[in-house]
């Protein structure tokens, strides 16, 4: 499987706004739910938002509830991440993946294990 290509991150002012782009490919992530997460320095990796495989249902987690936007257009091969109202604590690297979402604790995993290299989003105060 060949690993997910993310990009748009940067350095933006607090309060600003990045839109951040996945490129997938291969047949399972157009069949797959598709989700968003992001590893701050010195901090586990963490999940951030996911969308389902058709598109209709999303999930975010409760820091960026209301503040970031997923989407997906499986005619591109494409995961989008739309954030706003940026705080320094976004301040990560960001990964897509295609998830599953763990019946132990119902959080949304990585399905497949592997990450890309991720894009760095920086937010200054």
């Known amino acids: 499987q060949v690993p997910p290509v993310e990009s748009g991150g940067g350095l933006v002012q607090a309060g600003g706004s990045l839109r951040l782009s996945c490129s997938a490919y291969g047949d399972t992530f157009s069949r797959s739910a598709l989700g968003w997460f992001r590893q701050a320095p010195g901090k586990e990796r963490e999940y951030v938002a996911a969308?389902?495989?058709?598109?209709?249902?999303?999930y975010y987690a409760d820091s960026v509830k209301g503040r970031f936007t997923v989407s997906r257009d499986d005619a591109k091969r494409a995961l989008y991440l739309q954030m706003n109202a940026l705080k320094p604590e976004d301040t990560a690297v960001y990964y897509c993946a295609a998830v599953v979402l763990r019946d132990s604790d119902d959080e949304w995993v990585n399905a497949l294990g592997t990450w890309g290299q991720g894009t760095l989003v920086t937010v200054s105060s």
């Open positions: 969308v389902s495989w058709t598109g209709d249902s999303t």
